[in-house]
Each structure stands twice: as C-alpha cells, then as structure tokens.
C-alpha cells in the first residue's frame, strides 16, 4: 500500500488509525460469521497494575489458553506502551497483540508528527477508543480488555486505568486487575494496599496476586520453576519504564511459596 | 482565440529553477556530518518550535531549508510513509533509499507539471550499523536526488559553508568537535552563533531502537564553551 500524497481537506492529522483507514488498512474491520458462530481462539489472561509511592507497577502472567489447552507459556502481555506508560491486555490474544502495536504506534506517530508526546490521559482516551473500534469483534467473542497504566509528568504521580468492552475508561486510585483470574487477584490486592507502598512492597503484592490468582483459576500461569518462566513485572516512575529481571522474581516467589508451605505444615501439625 | 505565447522549454524550466532557488536562497543554511558515532545535523535558525530538523524512524532524520510548510508537509509525509510501512511489515523494513526516491519523484513531478515548484531542498539520513553504512539523501526542489558521503550541505550560500566545512571535518570527529566545526562554518568569519540561534540534533549508533536526538538551548551552549 502507497501512502498518498493528503490535500489539506482530506489529511487524517495526527491519528494514526485514521491514516489506516485512508490507506484501507482498517485494523478492526471484522467480516461477519452469522450470530450463533464464535470463534476458538488462545486468549489471554491475568494482568495487574497497582500504584506505590514512585509510580505504578504493571504485571501479568505468561499463560495463553485456548479452550482447556494451554496455547502458549510465555507471551508478554505486559508491555511498555511509550518510555513513561504501559499497557497490559487480556482477551482474544491475537486481536490484542495487534492493539498493543497500533496503540504504540499511535503514540509514536502523533509524537513525531505534533513534536511532544500526548499527555497521559490522552494516551488512556486513545486505548478507549481502539477497544471502542473493536466492538464488533467483541461481539463474536473476540473482546480484548486492557489495563493502562503510566507516570504522568505533568502530575508527578502515577495513574491507572481499566476499561469495559465498549471502551468505557475508568481511572482508579489505587490497583485494577482484570482478566480471567482477575477476581482472586483484585482480592489479594485489596487486603494488600498500603497508600506510597515502597516499590518492593509493591513488587512482592503483585507477585503474591499473581500466584493466588494461578492457584485458584485454570487459565492463569504460576511461576514456572521447571522452564524459568516468570510473570513479567515492570515499574514505571519518573525514570520510565523499567522491567524487573527474572532473577529478582524468583527469589520472590520462592520467598512466597516458603512462607505458603510453613502455613500447610501449621495446619497438618 | 488567444494563441498562448510559445515559450521554449529551456526557458520555462530555467525559470522555474531561478524561482525555486531565490525561495531557497533566502532561508539560513543547514550541514549534516558524519561524526564517530553517528550524524550530526546543525542548522541556523532563531524559532524553538518550527524546527527544520525532525525524526522520521528509529534511524532515519529529516531535514528541510526553504519554505517551511513546504517541508514541512513532505516531512509529515515520510512519517506516515514509515510508519505504515512499518506496521504492515517490520520496523526493519524501513529504510532511506526508498523514501528519497519517493520524495525525489514527488518534487520532480510536482517541479514540471504543477504551476508553483517547491522551493525547498531536504535531506533524508540514515544512520547505520558503522560509518560505511550511514547515508546521507540530497534531495533538490526538481526531484534530483544525490547520494552524499560524509557531510551535506543544503540552502542559501551552500558552496560557501561547505568549503569551509571541508577544510576542517573529519569523519572520525567526536560530538562537541563536530559541533564547533559545523557551527564555525556556518556563522563564517565574521559572526559567532549562540546557542538561541541554533538548531542541532543527532542521530546516534548508541542510542536503542528510536535514534534521534534534538538537544536543547543549555546542552548546545555546553558544546560550544
């Protein structure tokens, strides 16, 4: 596909999607099966964010399912979205990857064209609207849900936010889980919240949800000891984006299961 | 019926030509230069929001003298190249070449068939794994295009600046040295540039993926002390 050469009244700006629609590129055009058909596709699932004293942390386990089967063991669901801000997704796995592209995408785009990045809350009103455009989709079972999540520079505080399936955008205070194994997780988190929660806190309740969440639901991944596949975990302050690496995180969830071990041999004693 | 005066079309392209070049010739200069780790881009100009050097992908920068919303335009133009191309098939099939090519035609069929030329001449660079690999696209306001080693030169008294340049330059110079170099050839002998009146950007082997990086006021004025 050739990008044309735009006249002034018909130039799409800044916005990415709409420069895919000018071109008939349309990423959520969905041709359509009939009403009763749905299409089995891997989904993923468990993702968080929660806000601590610096910023937020974002996380997500690596399971993909499809059905009853597991589809894959290490997709990263978790991604940074621009240097301050990411987004985490659950849903139909495909559908959602290709989101997670446009969307950074977007953000660089409207960035080099504009010369300044779009704020924070631009960014999450830009993510409502993909999830809104994927509605369609949505309906035959092809819904996508994110988390979005960033350090907003202008604030000097971070923010988060989940969606609904029709692109609603709620901002929360402070955490939001979503997916599969979202409930047990967002419980977890509640008993857990401190307000300005140190960043190792805030690491250690998030693993902590991560591993009660895969306890309790099927399509959730626990830490994978035999693979080292760990959930992926990322803070983001005033300094960016910032994966913690896979070492931190088994020492961590090895510290969690010692401690889940200690209270079964409390309990059979 | 009015007959049309002939005019011969060696006369209706020189004129064209001296247009555009008059358009060209009143703006302020702009280099480009290989420099150890990269290229760097220098221009003369006194605005800190319509700037003249942009991004246009992980490694390629743009750069434009002339008319600024003509430029401007053909720069808003590479980015939605690039990024399409990079959506519909991968980050690493964007390159350069093509994209001047794309520019080289636009300007040439625009100089010859439209009723205004552009009076512009841009630059697209690329920076790439080493010196060898780095490329440097001239492009002028009639399409032609001209694949420049080393350093570039673009706008009103070019032949000037780039004789200066050429005397001191030296590929394997270090940032602040290149910096001083490309500045002192474009004020001249007889003016000094501050930092307020000057555009530097650069696009950096050692910097990950998104490789263009504009500095500001204070960060220019440490390169010249």
Redesign the interface.
Known sequence: MVVPFFDVDNDPGSNFTSLLRKVGLDPFAVSSFGDSQQVLAPHATTVLAVRYSDGVIMAGDRRATMGNRIANREMEKVVPADRHSGVAISGTAGVAMDMIKIFQLQLEHFEKLDGRPISLEGKANQLSQLVRANLAGAMQGLGVIPIFAGYDLLRNTGRLWDFDITGGRYEEREFVATGSGGGPASTVLKVGFRPNMSGDDAVDLACRALLEAADVDSATGGPDVLRSIYPVVATISVDGWERRDDADLARRFEALVLEQRQRQDGVSS | MNQPFYVAPEQLMKDRADYARKGIARGRALVAVQYVDGILLVSENTSN?L?KI???YDRIGFAGVGKYNEFD?LR??G???A??R???YSRDDVEARSLANEYAQ?LGQTFTHDVKPYEVEILLVEVGADQNSDQLFHIMYDGTLMDERGLSVLGGDAEAIGGRLRETWLPGDVLDVAVRKCVAALAGPDRTLQADGLEVAILSRSIER?CFKRFDDQEIDAFLS
Do not use: A
């Open positions: 929001t700037r942009s991004e246009i335009q808003r133009f980015v939605r190249n990024d399409v990079g959506y519909q636009i998104r």
